[in-house]
């Protein structure tokens, strides 16, 4: 009877707490993927359209962009970002000392297209708006 209450103990209950845990984490979703090189569309297609990047890890992500750093969170189907350092030269809005970047992401667990809204802090007329598509692969490459 000591093996047979022994075995149930050593292997019963690991089982068992497995089973919970299977259970508490079967509603869960990971975040969309939206690390890699994007570029923003452009209103007329005679210059190359800036590009940045955006490295993830689980909800954490950051973007690097115009020169400049932001970190930040995918919450639900937004991302919402804060500028870094500030880095001087490029012009008042994107050179303001807090740079907000809050996006919409596209349906999918890999989105193709963000929609940003931009938001500066205590600086007139910076609340700008651009849409941003993921950059393909080169030829050859792997994603």
Known sequence: MKPLLAYAALVGLPLA?????????????????????????????SAEPPRFTISQSGTHVQLEMFGREYRGALRGGALVARSGARVAGRDAC???DDVRLRARVGGGAVPRRLEFAVE???VAGCGRGFVAVRAEPPRGGRR
């Open 94 to 96: 994107w050179d303001a």
């Open 17 to 45: 707490g497995l089973a919970a845990v299977l259970r508490a984490g079967s509603g869960l979703q990971a975040p969309p993927s939206i690390s890699g090189e994007w570029r923003i569309e452009l209103p007329t297609a």
């Open 120 to 122: 500066v802090p205590r």
